[in-house]
């Protein structure tokens, strides 16, 4: 008589060890910013971190303890990477401590919001197309009224650009979308077929990016939708279809539109430019080094003067002022969202949350070596945001938005579906 084999599951991390160990790492930042402050920012950011570490006790406590979930890696990452990115906004503009708070709360609101929406499949599937024409319509409003900001037209803005009341780049809060509408759309019509209708929303998304100039997101896209068709359909010469016809298509727009290619004329000749075009990518290099393991400290850098350091330099900022280990660390959470999505893929409840996971993951991952590779001269920059850290409330939106999709994959995450692991 043959045994059945018993699944395993791994144990929960110890999220009590690493919750309390990741606050004295935020407590030691706060005070490093402290040293080199004035008195009257220093008030401001004692609040704006006694919030954020309330904020994230809270959460644990009220999940882990009175709920009793168990799983807490993804939020273990996601609180870990924007108590860095909160350390360098705060840092460097005492005077957006507040905003950039608020932006943190409102995508952990998001990410609780999408979870309780991700819960039932039959509801996420229902909300797609209301969701893919409100995407698209956002685009096309920013196509229309948009403000150009570093010659991409992606800003929606109330008020002047210099002081403006209230900014929202839409292209980011899309990328939400474009993964929920993807994953609902593929697993509702269980077809290789079902491709048709993605392809026209997923062109609709990229066509727009292109005409606003955003370059960099309209990659970000397309490799999604990649990594989308690829999941569903498994057919690698449908996907190799779909890129030499992007290229084509990319050929055409550096043909035609030849301004395009003077976006990339520094790529690999920084040093060429350290004045000019260069000059960012230039004081990356020699800043990042100079901070050797352990960094330079909070507020001792030098690429925190230079323009754009929060929002398209943070990867240098964090080698230059927390040192290689943690820039590494950093890189390495990014790679883990993927690892984790890859291994609950099979014990999904469905294909909705396998797609949804992995290409959430993929998208954040793709996102973070475009700014790092690009920063570093490796592959031509496009000005992408690294995800969590840089500065920016619709980018952190984003960001928690799209790890409640990898979250949602495990089943520990519903209380309801507990039971099966313990059958």
């Not at 590494?328 to 294909?351: E, H």
Request: glycine share 8%; net charge positive; charged share 15%.
């Amino acid at each position: 008589m043959q045994k059945t084999r018993k699944k395993t599951y791994r144990k929960p991390v110890k999220w009590q060890f690493l919750l309390l160990l990741m606050t004295v790492f935020q407590v030691i930042s706060m005070f490093q910013i402290f040293i080199n402050g004035t008195q009257e920012s220093n008030t401001t950011l004692f609040t704006v971190f006694t919030v954020y570490i309330l904020t994230e006790w809270i959460y644990f406590l009220v999940f882990g303890v009175f709920l009793k979930r168990k799983s807490f890696e993804i939020e273990l990452i996601a609180f870990f990477l924007t108590g860095i990115g909160l350390t360098l906004t705060t840092s460097v503009y005492p005077d957006k401590a507040y905003t950039q708070l608020i932006a943190v709360l409102m995508g952990i609101s998001v990410f609780i919001f999408l979870l309780w929406i991700l819960s039932d499949t039959e509801r996420a599937i229902k909300l797609r197309m209301p969701i893919a024409f409100l995407a698209i319509a956002a685009l096309v409003f920013t196509l229309l009224f948009g403000s150009e900001i570093n010659g991409a037209k992606n800003w929606i803005i109330i008020g002047s650009k210099s002081h403006p009341l209230f900014s929202i780049q839409p292209s980011e809060l899309v990328k939400i979308a474009f993964v929920f509408v993807g994953a609902a759309t593929l697993e509702h019509l269980q077809s290789t077929k079902s491709l048709t209708k993605y392809i026209l929303f997923a062109v609709s998304c990229v066509g727009l990016l292109f005409l606003m100039k955003d370059f960099g997101t309209a990659l970000i896209f397309f490799f999604t939708f990649i990594v989308i068709a690829f999941l569903r359909s498994g057919d690698i010469k449908t996907i190799f279809l779909v890129c030499a016809a992007a290229l084509t298509g990319g050929v055409g727009v550096v043909t035609f539109k030849p301004y395009v290619m003077k976006r990339f004329e520094t790529y690999r000749h920084i040093w060429d430019y350290a004045a000019t075009g260069g000059y960012q990518q230039v004081r990356v290099l020699i800043y990042a080094v100079s901070g050797g393991l352990f960094g330079l400290g909070i507020g001792n850098g030098k690429l925190r003067n230079v323009y754009a350091a929060t929002e398209d330099l943070a990867f240098g900022m964090v080698c230059e002022e927390y040192g290689i280990l943690i820039a590494f660390l950093v890189l390495l959470t990014f790679v883990a969202l993927v690892v984790y999505s890859i291994r609950y893929a099979v014990a999904a409840r469905s294909s909705f949350y396998s797609i949804a996971a992995l290409a959430a993951s993929s998208l954040l991952l793709f996102q973070a070596a475009l700014h790092v590779f690009g920063v570093t001269d490796l592959l031509p920059w496009t000005g992408v945001t690294l995800p969590f850290i840089s500065r920016g409330g619709s980018s952190m939106m984003c960001c928690w938005g799209l790890v409640a999709f990898i979250k949602a994959i495990d089943v520990k995450t519903y209380k309801r579906y507990d039971s099966i692991l313990k059958a």
